[in-house]
């Protein structure tokens, strides 16, 4: 029977939070954008010095069809999905 207790999840070491949410204001409108990242899917790895990190880029648009503007978020993560680094440019990082 050990294969149904692998099954349902007992012993996995995958984390149980796949997605890295996070929002950015918008600098030229204003407007709060959400956007997430596939911890799974949307990281590379990188090599950093004598270490591994995972990089992601992503291209976030407010949906309110007023706005256009472009905001660029790049953030830098640990081999076990830490934050480490964020930067953004066309916006800023908001709660
Ligand atoms: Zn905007």
Redesign the pocket.
């Known amino acids: 029977m050990g294969f149904l207790k692998n099954l349902f999840g007992g012993g996995s070491a995958k984390p149980e939070k796949r997605y890295y949410v996070f929002n950015v204001k918008?600098?030229?409108?204003?407007?709060i954008i959400e956007g997430r990242v596939d911890l799974d899917n949307d990281l590379s790895l990188e090599f950093e010095d004598n270490h591994s990190v995972y990089f992601v880029r992503k291209g976030l648009m407010?949906d309110?069809g007023r706005?256009f503007?472009q905001i660029e978020v790049e953030m830098k993560f640990t081999s076990t999905r830490e934050l480490i680094e964020q930067k953004t440019t066309g916006g800023t990082f908001a709660e």
């Not at 918008?26 to 407007?31: A, F, S, V």
């Open positions: 918008c600098n030229r409108c204003g407007e407010g309110s706005c503007q």
